[in-house]
Antibody, heavy 123, light 110 residues
Framework: QVQLQESGPGLVKPSQTLSLTCTVS??????????WSWIRQYPGKGLEWIGY???????YYNPSLKSRVTMSVDTSKNQFSLKLSSVTAADTAVYYC???????????????WGQGTPVTVSS | QSALTQPASVSGSPGQSITISCTGT?????????VSWYQQHPGKAPKLMIY???KRPSGVSNHFSGSRSGNTASLTISGLQAEDEADYYC??????????FGGGTKLTVL
């Protein structure tokens, strides 16, 4: 059973950098066939794709966030991370990590999600 | 890259059928078979219900089905049940290795 767990500060000050880590169990990030993703959900509803990365370190970001987003992977710990710089109140959301299945046997969907971690941007 | 358009809310009575639309463009929904649908109950993570426009993962009830016409994908729930009450989101590949979600639809079972 694949499980993902987000961790990181729940409160970030404006203009600072939001940093979150996702720990994966039940699958190896370096096994390939999946993109490891970050998604956020604003208060009240909408989901927004932030970006995803392959175990090799190749990253793909939402164009609207690209200038502020950095994702990285630590295969030795089976973890991947998100950094979002220069945050404002508009970045307040629940942040999810998820596995995006994309291989010869599966394509184009999020099959496993973390439980989500709320992050508030406030001074 | 704009969010896909979904109705804010839909409702139906138990046993009825409802359809939730997801309208994109020829650059996303209309061009790729990589449309998926997710169900989200309050306080929970989204759950995959449909992938590749029409396919159902194992374990998902066959009263959920997906389709597409042009730039609009649709999720149909037949034989509504109380436990189907949730928020539903579509997601599409949008080219250049990017993804886009819909704004979400709240389904109320009357």
């Amino acid at each position: 059973q694949v499980q993902l767990q987000e961790s990181g500060p729940g409160l970030v000050k404006p203009s600072q950098t939001l940093s979150l880590t996702c720990t994966v169990s039940g699958d190896s990030i370096s096994s390939g066939g999946s993109f490891w993703s970050w998604i956020r959900q604003y208060p009240g509803k909408g989901l927004e794709w932030i970006g995803y990365m392959y175990y090799s370190g190749t990253t793909y970001y939402n164009p609207s966030l690209k200038s502020r987003v950095t994702m990285s992977v630590d295969t030795s710990k089976n973890q991947f991370s998100l950094k979002l710089s220069s945050v404002t109140a508009a970045d307040t959301a629940v942040y999810y990590c998820a596995r995006y299945c994309s291989s010869a046997s599966c394509s184009g969907y999020f099959d496993y999600w973390g439980q989500g971690t709320p992050v508030t941007v406030s001074s | 890259q704009s969010a896909l358009t979904q109705p804010a809310s839909v409702s139906g009575s138990p046993g009825q059928s409802i359809t939730i639309s997801c309208t994109g463009t020829s650059s996303d929904v209309g061009s790729y078979n990589l449309v998926s649908w997710y169900q989200q109950h309050p306080g929970k993570a989204p759950k995959l219900m449909i992938y590749e426009v029409t396919k159902r993962p194992s374990g998902v009830s066959n009263h959920f089905s997906g389709s597409r016409s042009g730039n609009t994908a649709s999720l149909t729930i037949s034989g509504l049940q109380a436990e189907d009450e949730a928020d539903y989101y579509c997601c599409s590949y949008a080219g250049s290795s990017t993804l886009v979600f819909g704004g979400g639809t709240k389904l109320t079972v009357l």
